[in-house]
């Protein structure tokens, strides 16, 4: 039998049809339901950006996967709240699709909340403060949810609306 793998489509809410930043790091937890919902596997990948369908995507392969069945998958990437796609049906020894996952954007400091930390992170490098020293490399490159370089109210509105969310699954 050939390897298994799943094909993952993350939409990346608020982002602009074509990023500055069209890689993304995809974190994938698997878990096994029958099995008192115990994860099987722990990945890390990088997603790719396609424009014509403004999904990232990726074919990863589940070599973690014991045998054919229902999985509970959660995906994270950096800056975006963790989402579950439950009763994946994944066959061993082929390729699987996994149904189209939205992730929220707003949790700039990881901890998988929106909320005042956040807001805090992300007003240091709102508008002209972007070019100060107080502005963090990395707060940058995460509050620019619409990816277009710029952190304005563009970006503020999303962070609003996903304030709404407050915590990832």
Same mark, same amino acid.
């Given at each position: 039998?050939?390897?298994?793998?799943?094909?993952?489509?993350?939409?990346?809410?608020?982002?602009?049809?074509?990023? =500055?930043?069209?890689?993304?790091?995809?974190?994938?937890?698997?878990?096994?339901?029958?099995?008192?919902?115990?994860?099987?596997?722990?990945?890390?990948?990088?997603?790719?950006?396609?424009? =014509?369908?403004?999904?990232?995507?990726?074919?990863?392969?589940?070599?973690?996967?014991?045998? =054919?069945?229902?999985?509970?998958?959660?995906?994270?990437?950096?800056?975006?709240?963790?989402?579950?796609?439950?009763?994946?049906?994944?066959?061993?020894?082929?390729?699987?699709?996994?149904?189209?996952?939205?992730?929220?954007?707003?949790?700039?400091?990881?901890?998988?909340?929106?909320?005042?930390?956040?807001?805090?992170?992300?007003?240091?490098?709102?508008?002209?403060?972007?070019?100060?020293?107080?502005?963090?490399?990395?707060?940058?490159?995460?509050?620019?949810?619409?990816?277009?370089?710029?952190?304005?109210?563009?970006?503020?509105?999303?962070?609003?609306?996903?304030?709404?969310?407050?915590?990832?699954?």
């Amino acid at each position: 039998p050939g390897k298994t793998s799943s094909q993952f489509k993350i939409a990346l809410s608020g982002i602009v049809d074509n990023p =500055s930043r069209p890689n993304r790091k995809l974190n994938i937890e698997i878990f096994d339901p029958e099995n008192n919902n115990a994860k099987i596997a722990d990945l890390a990948t990088d997603i790719t950006n396609d424009s =014509s369908v403004k999904q990232f995507k990726k074919i990863t392969v589940l070599d973690a996967i014991p045998k =054919s069945g229902i999985y509970n998958i959660k995906v994270k990437s950096d800056g975006y709240l963790r989402k579950l796609i439950l009763s994946v049906r994944i066959n061993k020894g082929v390729q699987n699709d996994v149904a189209l996952a939205t992730l929220i954007p707003g949790d700039i400091n990881g901890d998988n909340r929106i909320d005042l930390l956040d807001y805090n992170l992300f007003i240091t490098c709102y508008g002209i403060k972007a070019n100060q020293p107080t502005c963090d490399k990395t707060v940058l490159k995460l509050a620019d949810f619409d990816d277009n370089i710029v952190i304005d109210g563009i970006d503020y509105n999303t962070f609003i609306k996903g304030l709404s969310v407050k915590e990832g699954d």
